[in-house]
């Protein structure tokens, strides 16, 4: 007949399935923040930072404009002195206007670069945010009913303890008031 199981510690099974549904409670929702982090910085580069560093080309490119306009007069009317510091100010337009070009260069760059080297990230999450919410849910489950199992185990007498008398009964009931 097989031995009965000794089960010592129900509590430390249940101590980790609510361990367990405490991980998935405070891993599901960070899980979701990282991943609407992703989707925001994808529409911030699609469109909000991508409308300001345009906005930034044209309005340098105006003040360049100006500038060299503002240069071509001075030379006209032989200004030497203006022209110097009128020289000064379209070279300082150009560098402004080259350097949001660039900035926007990168960030078209960034743009067409950010699927290929976010999508495998994004991949991972979503099988990890799968496995939260479908694997964890059933390990839990699956660790409440082994948990019920073993304490309805735990409660049944082991066979024949149950219908064999106690051997104090036995001598009473043999020299019993008819003997």
Avoid: C
Wanted: proline share 4%.
């Amino acid at each position: 007949m097989p031995e009965q199981a000794h089960v010592t510690s129900l509590e430390a099974i249940e101590a980790f399935r609510t361990s367990l549904i405490l991980y998935v409670s405070k891993a599901r929702p960070t899980l979701e923040e990282v991943s609407a982090d992703v989707l925001r910085t994808k529409l911030w580069l699609e469109n909000d930072q991508r409308m300001q560093l345009e906005g930034q080309v044209r309005r340098r490119t105006r003040e360049l404009e100006q500038a060299e306009q503002a240069l071509s007069s001075a030379r006209m009317s032989n200004l030497r002195e203006a022209t110097a510091a009128d020289q000064m100010a379209v070279h300082k337009a150009r560098r402004a206007r080259e350097e949001a070009e660039a900035k926007l260069k990168n960030l078209k760059r960034w743009h067409r670069e950010f699927d290929s080297r976010v999508e495998p990230l994004v991949k991972q999450l979503e099988k990890l945010h799968t496995l939260l919410a479908n694997d964890m849910l059933q390990a839990n489950a699956y660790l409440a009913q082994v948990t019920d199992t073993l304490a309805a185990y735990a409660e049944v007498a082991p066979p024949g303890t149950a219908a064999a008398p106690q051997p104090a009964e036995q001598a009473q009931t043999n020299s019993g008031p008819g003997s």
